[in-house]
């Protein structure tokens, strides 16, 4: 009876060990990247394209993943050639398989795709993951196990005790003077904190929650303040604002340009790293990137006023501060090099110095105006109504402006000679993007030009999504959401590099971004939810191992990589709002 017991035993075992290795190899198999596509998955009743790199197939099978079953046979599509790097590639499409389930894109029976999946809210993990990913940008806090998992780490950087660089001291602030400005994120893959940089993070992150505000009810990411009656989006962005607020001079509402050490910290852990930080500069681009982010935080809040009294009201007297401080200051500029020619010690971190305050005019005053009704704002601002509408960067914000201008001008009656140039650039901008889409080797909007591969390539691509979406509200054309969800999977592995430039996702992953944290902390995967820079043939690193200089193969996974592989909150922000207004508007 005991070795009748032990046979079925090793008999089942036997037959579990044989099962395994039958369907292990469609999942261990080396998966080609000669086809490109979103590997995470698609909506069931949206579009299904992967990419085909060469000429040497003509037809492609779908299989279900775990049983291996052809569940589809088509055609390619006809070759495409790259305008960057004259590779052929040819389409798939599977749209017609909508069965949720795992598959593969097989050619030839043996070739075969990363696994995705087939169903509803396909990117919802995407969308949580980039919003959680500030999380970990979190500075002056424990990060506990609970909330960060295996990336859990002590506080790093308390800022309790920050000094007045000689280049902004006031009447009450001599040089050496402490303040205290903690919280906030590390910009990048360094330690430091920057208010031009920040301001056009929050305000794509608030624009997010004032076009979607219901989607965000239950839009749960594990951090600390999860389930508190706030949304978890807004609890976020509240915790870089907190230190916003810090950032303003009380004196006169003046807004100092960065919080930073005078060098970057080494590849060390934050709570390693023990230089003086500085407070740098008022200046007038960073006071009206903080009164548009001030403006349309005092909007936002005031529906919480019960949860947190009195926020609303700080966030838009620090607004008409920094306005009217900016007012009287049009025209001061910040010029790392001239500081550093005038002051000690020098400061060598991220200058994001700009030299024209324009955009920063138009995004403040559509705020202001947008906050309090009053269209005296707009007043003696050149709106640029007549030229095209630039894409967001933290150097250009005018399109932020724009965009609460179309948010809010049922609300506030607008006059139709503003909000109508408004829909026309808009509407424009996304017109001239959709030219000869189907003529584009990865059927993506993004890289259609060659300048579309810059440094932080990967927020192109994500912004051009947001300006889709806005001229898909304004038009109901289906056309402009089905183009900006092909830029969501141009992110998510359907590029010429066959990355998933989101890390922690997909079957070709980021593992090796140019990020302190993830460099430090001795953890094989890198803190997950951060978008990678993406391609850019400046390769300004200078690192030796790029495989290729075509504009959109140019991107190596490779830590020295700041310049195709570092991350940066400003091109997570545009992540955050493209992954999740697509799931918002696709389950509809």
Same mark, same amino acid.
């Given at each position: 009876?005991?070795?009748?017991?032990?046979?079925?035993?090793?008999?089942?075992?036997?037959?579990?060990?044989?099962?395994?290795?039958?369907?292990?190899?469609?999942?261990?198999?080396?998966?080609?990247?000669?086809?490109?596509?979103?590997?995470?998955?698609?909506?069931?009743?949206?579009?299904?394209?992967?990419?085909?790199?060469?000429?040497?197939?003509?037809?492609?099978?779908?299989?279900?993943?775990?049983?291996?079953?052809?569940?589809?046979?088509?055609?390619?599509?006809?070759?495409?050639?790259?305008?960057?790097?004259?590779?052929?590639?040819?389409?798939?499409?599977?749209?017609?398989?909508?069965?949720?389930?795992?598959?593969?894109?097989?050619?030839?029976?043996?070739?075969?795709?990363?696994?995705?999946?087939?169903?509803?809210?396909?990117?919802?993990?995407?969308?949580?993951?980039?919003?959680?990913?500030?999380?970990?940008?979190?500075?002056?806090?424990?990060?506990?196990? !609970?909330?960060?998992?295996?990336?859990?780490?002590?506080?790093?950087?308390?800022? %309790?005790?920050?000094?007045?660089?000689?280049?902004?001291?006031?009447?009450?602030?001599?040089?050496?003077?402490?303040?205290?400005?903690?919280?906030?994120?590390?910009?990048?893959?360094?330690?430091?904190?920057?208010?031009?940089?920040?301001?056009?993070?929050?305000?794509?992150?608030?624009?997010?929650?004032?076009?979607?505000?219901?989607?965000?009810?239950?839009?749960?990411?594990?951090?600390?303040?999860?389930?508190?009656?706030?949304?978890?989006?807004?609890?976020?962005?509240?915790?870089?604002?907190?230190?916003?607020?810090?950032?303003?001079?009380?004196?006169?509402?003046?807004?100092?340009?960065?919080?930073?050490?005078?060098?970057?910290?080494?590849?060390?852990?934050?709570?390693?790293?023990?230089?003086?930080?500085?407070?740098?500069?008022?200046?007038?681009?960073? %006071?009206?990137?903080?009164?548009?982010?001030?403006?349309?935080?005092?909007?936002?809040? !005031?529906?919480?006023?019960?949860?947190?009294?009195?926020?609303?009201?700080?966030?838009?007297?620090?607004?008409?501060?920094?306005?009217?401080?900016?007012?009287?200051?049009?025209?001061?500029?910040?010029?790392?090099?001239?500081?550093?020619?005038?002051?000690?010690?020098?400061?060598?971190?991220?200058?994001?110095?700009?030299?024209?305050?324009?955009?920063?005019?138009?995004?403040?005053?559509?705020?202001?105006?947008?906050?309090?009704?009053?269209?005296?704002?707009?007043?003696?601002?050149?709106?640029?109504?007549?030229?095209?509408?630039?894409?967001?960067?933290?150097?250009?914000?005018?399109?932020?402006?724009?965009?609460?201008?179309?948010?809010?001008?049922?609300?506030?009656?607008? =006059?139709?000679?503003?909000?109508?140039?408004?829909?026309?650039?808009?509407?424009?901008?996304?017109? =001239?993007?959709?030219?000869?889409?189907? !003529?584009?080797?990865?059927?993506?909007?993004?890289?259609?030009?060659? !300048?579309?591969?810059?440094?932080?390539?990967?927020?192109?691509?994500?912004?051009?999504?947001?300006?889709?979406?806005?001229?898909?509200?304004?038009?109901?054309?289906?056309?402009?959401?089905?183009?900006?969800?092909?830029?969501?999977?141009?992110?998510?592995?359907?590029?010429?590099?066959?990355?998933?430039?989101?890390?922690?996702?997909?079957?070709?992953?980021?593992?090796?971004?140019?990020?302190?944290?993830?460099?430090?902390?001795?953890?094989?995967?890198?803190?997950?939810?951060?978008?990678?820079?993406?391609?850019?043939?400046?390769?300004?690193?200078?690192?030796?191992?790029? %495989?290729?200089?075509?504009?959109?193969?140019?991107?190596?996974?490779?830590?020295?990589?700041?310049?195709?592989?570092?991350?940066?909150?400003?091109?997570?922000?545009?992540?955050?709002?493209?992954?999740?207004?697509?799931?918002?508007?696709?389950?509809?």
């Amino acid at each position: 009876m005991i070795f009748k017991t032990f046979l079925s035993r090793i008999c089942t075992i036997s037959i579990i060990l044989y099962v395994v290795q039958v369907q292990k190899p469609l999942f261990a198999q080396h998966t080609s990247d000669e086809i490109r596509l979103n590997q995470v998955g698609f909506y069931p009743n949206g579009p299904k394209l992967a990419i085909v790199s060469g000429d040497k197939y003509t037809d492609f099978s779908v299989l279900n993943a775990s049983s291996g079953k052809v569940v589809f046979k088509g055609k390619l599509g006809p070759q495409l050639t790259s305008q960057h790097s004259g590779k052929v590639t040819r389409p798939a499409d599977f749209t017609s398989v909508v069965k949720p389930g795992k598959y593969v894109i097989a050619l030839s029976g043996t070739v075969k795709s990363a696994p995705f999946e087939i169903k509803k809210n396909v990117h919802k993990g995407v969308a949580q993951a980039s919003l959680k990913g500030f999380y970990y940008q979190r500075v002056s806090v424990d990060l506990p196990e !609970k909330y960060a998992g295996k990336w859990a780490r002590p506080a790093g950087h308390p800022d %309790t005790k920050v000094l007045i660089h000689p280049s902004a001291v006031s009447g009450d602030r001599p040089e050496n003077f402490v303040i205290s400005a903690p919280r906030g994120w590390y910009d990048a893959g360094d330690y430091n904190k920057y208010i031009v940089n920040s301001g056009i993070t929050v305000g794509t992150l608030l624009s997010l929650y004032e076009d979607f505000p219901l989607y965000f009810e239950n839009f749960n990411t594990n951090i600390p303040e999860s389930n508190n009656s706030v949304p978890d989006l807004l609890d976020e962005v509240l915790y870089n604002l907190r230190w916003m607020l810090a950032m303003q001079d009380p004196a006169d509402g003046g807004v100092y340009h960065k919080l930073t050490n005078p060098r970057f910290d080494g590849m060390i852990m934050p709570d390693a790293a023990d230089k003086p930080r500085y407070v740098v500069q008022k200046n007038t681009v960073a %006071t009206l990137d903080f009164v548009a982010v001030m403006a349309q935080a005092g909007r936002i809040f !005031k529906n919480f006023e019960n949860k947190l009294p009195g926020l609303s009201d700080s966030c838009l007297v620090a607004a008409v501060k920094g306005w009217e401080w900016a007012k009287k200051n049009p025209d001061v500029y910040y010029n790392q090099n001239e500081i550093n020619a005038k002051f000690d010690p020098d400061i060598v971190t991220g200058a994001y110095g700009d030299r024209s305050a324009a955009d920063e005019w138009i995004w403040a005053a559509s705020e202001m105006y947008a906050t309090t009704g009053k269209a005296d704002y707009l007043k003696g601002v050149d709106m640029k109504f007549g030229a095209p509408m630039p894409l967001p960067t933290w150097s250009m914000v005018q399109a932020l402006g724009y965009y609460t201008l179309l948010r809010m001008a049922e609300d506030l009656k607008t =006059e139709a000679a503003v909000v109508d140039p408004v829909k026309k650039s808009v509407t424009a901008f996304s017109d =001239e993007l959709l030219k000869e889409l189907e !003529k584009q080797p990865y059927n993506t909007v993004m890289g259609k030009n060659a !300048k579309d591969y810059s440094w932080g390539s990967s927020s192109v691509a994500a912004n051009q999504g947001i300006a889709l979406l806005y001229t898909f509200k304004l038009t109901k054309d289906r056309k402009y959401l089905l183009a900006a969800l092909g830029n969501l999977d141009y992110l998510l592995g359907r590029n010429a590099t066959t990355y998933c430039f989101l890390t922690g996702f997909g079957s070709k992953k980021v593992m090796h971004p140019h990020h302190r944290l993830s460099i430090a902390d001795g953890i094989a995967d890198p803190v997950p939810g951060l978008l990678s820079g993406g391609p850019n043939p400046g390769q300004q690193d200078k690192c030796t191992t790029y %495989t290729s200089k075509f504009a959109d193969e140019s991107f190596t996974d490779d830590d020295c990589s700041y310049a195709s592989n570092e991350i940066a909150i400003n091109w997570n922000a545009p992540m955050v709002y493209l992954s999740a207004a697509i799931e918002a508007l696709m389950e509809k």
